[in-house]
């Protein structure tokens, strides 16, 4: 990370026979956060996420917060997401 502290990577991967069509991964909810580009987003102010997708995620309001949603992307039978966290 930016300071080499703390850095946790996680690998997530979905498969499924008939892969669904406008399905998302909620990957954080915050009071704010701010897309910085390249897939890093600043969640609080305090910390940072990485994305690895084949789609760009999105920030949406929802009843007072903001959440990153990440679109989960099929390519056969199989899908696959990689979160970093920074703090």
Known sequence: G????????RTL???SDK?????????AAAGKI??????????D???TMKIGSKQKP???ENNGK???LVPVTFEGKG??????FDW
């Open 58 to 60: 999105l920030v949406r």
């Open 66 to 68: 903001q959440e990153l």
């Open 45 to 47: 102010g305090q910390w």
């Open 19 to 27: 892969p669904a069509e406008n399905l998302y991964f909620r990957a």
């Open 34 to 43: 701010e897309d910085l580009g390249g897939g890093s987003f600043k969640i």
């Open 79 to 84: 899908a696959s997401i990689t979160q970093e």
């Open 13 to 15: 991967s979905l498969t």
């Open 2 to 9: 930016e300071s080499d502290v703390y850095v946790f990577r």
